[in-house]
Nanobody
Framework: QVQLVESGGGLVQAGGSLRLSCVAS????????MGWFRQAPGKEREFVAT????????LYAGSVKGRFTISRDNAKKTVYLQMNSLKPEDTAVYYC?????????????????WGQGTQVTVSS
């Protein structure tokens, strides 16, 4: 069993920045993938970014590429999402996801565990 706890969400003005953190605990593997998804009211959960176990491979949604950066610290079992130049359309609940195998993917079904989410609200 793997537990994921997100933090760092909040209210920010358009153009501002936030950094989300997700700490994993439990029976994590040595080679795993972590990612971020988000869900706005009335919309499906969508892919944001993902990173492999070594940090050598990343994948971003086109809507956030160039503005968001995903990174990880394996010693702390933590993945981060640095969000810059935030836009009102970035407003959503952001979820951390864990995939207990090698291989980055944007597909929700490939991830095994999910956090409870942290709210990000970007005002105009």
């Amino acid at each position: 069993q793997v537990q994921l706890v997100e933090s760092g969400g909040g209210l920010v003005q358009a153009g501002g920045s936030l950094r989300l953190s997700c700490v994993a605990s439990g029976r994590t593997s040595s080679s795993y993938t972590m990612g971020w998804f988000r869900q706005a009211p009335g919309k499906e959960r969508e892919f944001v970014a993902t990173i492999n176990w070594s940090g050598s491979s990343t994948l971003y949604a086109g809507s956030v590429k160039g503005r968001f950066t995903i990174s990880r610290d394996n010693a702390k079992k933590t993945v981060y999402l640095q969000m810059n130049s935030l836009k009102p359309e970035d407003t959503a609940v952001y979820y951390c996801a864990f995939k207990s195998s090698y291989g980055i993917t944007s597909q929700r079904a490939e991830y095994d565990y999910w956090g409870q989410g942290t709210q990000v609200t970007v005002s105009s």
